[in-house]
């Protein structure tokens, strides 16, 4: 109620203001990017993923760091009419995709897959250099890291194709119907009209998600990179309760209006299948598996298979 464009992932804002005519719509850019929606943002997601939510940092990095960009552009108007708004937007969610993966390269790429429908040519240099400039600072503050590190891959081969694309097609359809049902259940949120019926409901999500968890194990919560890194690094294998567990959590933490990313726990979800496929089929390289229901499932979620 405080800050109602600040639930969810924080994509579909940036994407939503990226597309807006801001001679037309101010108020409403102003709306979805102030720096009270990110600070809201910032809280709910603290919140949510100390309660044991299944969420991500990503979105709302994108988020909160495209209303960043929007505060000082709209700080700069008066001393540079001529600046293009557009390109802050973009600029701002590609280097929030940078900054929490450390990956500049992936933010310019998310940016043009997800944010930018056309004139990448006009946005290409503010792009860029926001992007670069994110990466310096995330390894200033972090030092150089990969997101998930170095997983040993055995050398693919022509016989490991058919399970390949077994996974690509079972994670990348369930990524798409995860898609779908996270918005269908965000369309029947906003028909909670009252406060109360606002809370019971985030309330009720909370209780779901700790059943998960008592009933499942923890690993069926939170963002779920150690999961991931499990699989990837201490020779962990899913089971079908994971998988379901994963899914269902992410479903209900987004169903709860928190202010969480759906990145993480898409790929944490996308490797339980991956590795639980690994499992049935006695494949040699789990992990190639567990790679690509990461990359599948995110894929059919967002629909930005080169990001």
């Given at each position: 109620?405080?800050?109602?464009?600040?639930?969810?992932?924080?994509?579909?804002?940036?994407?939503?203001t990226?597309?807006?005519?801001?001679?037309?719509?101010?108020r409403?850019?102003?709306?979805?990017?102030?720096?009270?929606?990110?600070f809201?943002?910032?809280?709910?997601?603290?919140?949510?993923?100390?309660?044991?939510?299944?969420?991500?940092?990503?979105?709302?990095?994108?988020?909160?760091?495209?209303?960043?960009?929007?505060?000082?552009?709209?700080?700069?108007?008066?001393?540079?009419?001529?600046?293009?708004h557009?390109?802050?937007?973009?600029a701002?969610?590609?280097a929030?995709?940078?900054?929490?993966?450390?990956t500049?390269?992936?933010?310019?790429?998310?940016?043009?897959?997800?944010?930018?429908t056309?004139?990448?040519?006009?946005?290409?240099s503010?792009?860029?250099?926001?992007?670069?400039?994110a990466?310096?600072?995330?390894?200033?503050?972090?030092?150089?890291?990969?997101?998930?590190?170095?997983?040993?891959?055995?050398?693919?081969?022509?016989?490991?194709?058919?399970m390949?694309?077994?996974?690509?097609?079972?994670?990348?359809?369930?990524?798409?119907?995860?898609?779908?049902?996270l918005?269908?259940?965000?369309v029947?949120?906003?028909?909670?009209k009252?406060?109360?019926?606002?809370v019971?409901?985030a309330?009720?999500c909370?209780?779901?998600?700790?059943?998960?968890?008592?009933?499942?194990?923890?690993?069926?919560?939170?963002?779920?990179?150690?999961?991931?890194?499990?699989?990837?690094?201490?020779?962990?294998?899913?089971?079908?309760?994971?998988?379901?567990?994963?899914?269902?959590?992410?479903?209900?933490?987004?169903?709860?209006?928190?202010?969480?990313?759906?990145?993480?726990?898409?790929?944490?979800?996308?490797?339980?299948m991956?590795?639980?496929?690994?499992?049935?089929s006695?494949a040699?390289?789990?992990?190639?598996?567990?790679?690509l229901g990461?990359?599948?499932?995110?894929?059919?979620v967002?629909?930005?298979?080169?990001?």
């Amino acid at each position: 109620m405080l800050a109602p464009y600040a639930a969810g992932s924080g994509i579909p804002q940036v994407m939503a203001t990226a597309e807006l005519n801001f001679k037309t719509e101010h108020r409403f850019a102003n709306a979805l990017l102030s720096l009270k929606t990110a600070f809201i943002k910032i809280l709910s997601s603290l919140i949510c993923v100390m309660g044991g939510g299944a969420i991500g940092r990503e979105g709302p990095t994108i988020q909160i760091s495209a209303a960043i960009f929007h505060f000082m552009g709209e700080k700069f108007r008066p001393i540079w009419p001529g600046l293009n708004h557009h390109s802050l937007i973009v600029a701002g969610g590609a280097a929030g995709i940078a900054s929490a993966f450390n990956t500049p390269l992936g933010g310019i790429i998310f940016a043009i897959e997800e944010l930018i429908t056309e004139h990448f040519h006009n946005l290409k240099s503010v792009l860029i250099l926001a992007v670069v400039v994110a990466g310096l600072i995330s390894q200033w503050l972090l030092g150089p890291y990969l997101y998930f590190g170095f997983p040993a891959l055995a050398p693919a081969t022509f016989s490991s194709l058919p399970m390949v694309l077994t996974t690509g097609i079972l994670c990348g359809i369930a990524g798409a119907t995860f898609g779908r049902l996270l918005h269908f259940l965000s369309v029947q949120r906003k028909r909670l009209k009252t406060r109360l019926a606002q809370v019971i409901a985030a309330l009720l999500c909370g209780v779901v998600i700790a059943c998960i968890a008592l009933a499942w194990g923890v690993p069926t919560v939170g963002p779920g990179k150690q999961v991931i890194t499990g699989f990837l690094f201490h020779g962990d294998a899913a089971n079908w309760q994971l998988v379901i567990g994963r899914f269902m959590s992410s479903v209900i933490s987004y169903m709860s209006g928190c202010g969480g990313g759906i990145f993480a726990p898409s790929l944490a979800t996308g490797a339980a299948m991956g590795s639980q496929i690994a499992v049935l089929s006695g494949a040699a390289d789990g992990n190639l598996l567990v790679l690509l229901g990461m990359i599948a499932f995110l894929t059919g979620v967002t629909r930005a298979p080169f990001t």
